[in-house]
C-alpha cells in the first residue's frame, strides 16, 4: 500500500488536501497497482505539484472464514429480515458505514455542476477494519431492526455452510 499526498506551499490542494492510498504488491522490485485507473487519474490531477509518496506494508487481509461469517450469516439474516437482495444491503452498508470522497465535477468556471457518494470498498481492508464494519452493521442491525446477528463465535455453521461471496469476487 502506498499513498500520495499533495501540498503547494502550506495551502491545501484545489479545495481540499489530497491524500489516498493505492493499494499494491510489489513484485521482483516494481509496484503492481490494484487499480491503476485511479493512481493516473491521481497522478494527472496532480501534474506539477510536489508530493510525498510514502509506501507502507499493508496489514493482514480478512480471511476466507470472514467472509463467509459475512456473506452467510451476516447478510443472509439482514437479507431475511428486511427481505432485500444481499448484494444491495451490502451495498447500502458500505456507504451507510464506510466513508469515501464524494467525486464533484465542475466546470471551467469551478462552478460545481454535479456531485455523487460514491460506494467504499471493502477489498484492501485489514481484518481489525472489516471486523469493525461488521461489528457497527450488527450493533446498527440490533438496535435500529431488532435483528440479533450471532457473532462469528457462535455461528459455528458457517464452515459447513459452503457460502461465498457471490462469484468468489472481491469487491468492485
Known amino acids: 500500500m502506498f499513498r500520495v499526498s499533495a501540498e503547494t506551499d502550506g495551502e491545501v490542494q484545489g479545495a481540499e488536501l489530497m491524500d489516498r492510498d493505492h493499494p499494491a504488491v510489489i513484485r521482483g522490485g516494481k509496484i503492481n497497482l490494484k487499480d491503476l485507473r485511479a493512481f ?5 490531477r496532480l501534474e506539477g505539484e510536489r508530493v510525498v509518496v510514502t509506501i507502507r506494508k499493508l496489514g493482514a487481509i480478512r480471511s476466507r472464514a470472514a467472509n463467509r461469517y459475512y456473506w452467510g450469516c451476516v447478510l443472509k439474516i439482514l437479507s431475511e429480515h428486511t427481505g432485500h437482495d444481499a448484494e444491495d ?5 458500505k456507504l451507510t458505514f464506510l466513508e469515501r470522497e464524494p467525486i464533484v465535477l465542475s466546470d471551467a468556471y469551478g462552478e460545481i455542476k ?9 477489498t484492501g481492508m ?4 472489516f471486523y469493525e464494519f461488521v461489528e ?3 450493533r446498527w442491525a440490533a ?8 457473532d ?3 455461528f459455528r455453521d458457517i464452515a459447513l455452510s459452503g457460502l461465498e461471496p457471490p462469484g468468489e469476487r472481491r469487491e468492485q
Open 40 to 44: 493516473e487519474a491521481d497522478l494527472k
Open 136 to 138: 457497527r452493521l450488527r
Open 126 to 129: 485489514t481484518t481489525a477494519e
Open 89 to 93: 444491503l451490502h451495498d447500502w452498508a
Open 143 to 150: 438496535v435500529e431492526l431488532g435483528c440479533e446477528i450471532p
Open 114 to 122: 454535479s456531485a455523487a457518494k460514491l460506494i467504499p470498498s471493502t
Open 152 to 154: 462469528p463465535d457462535g
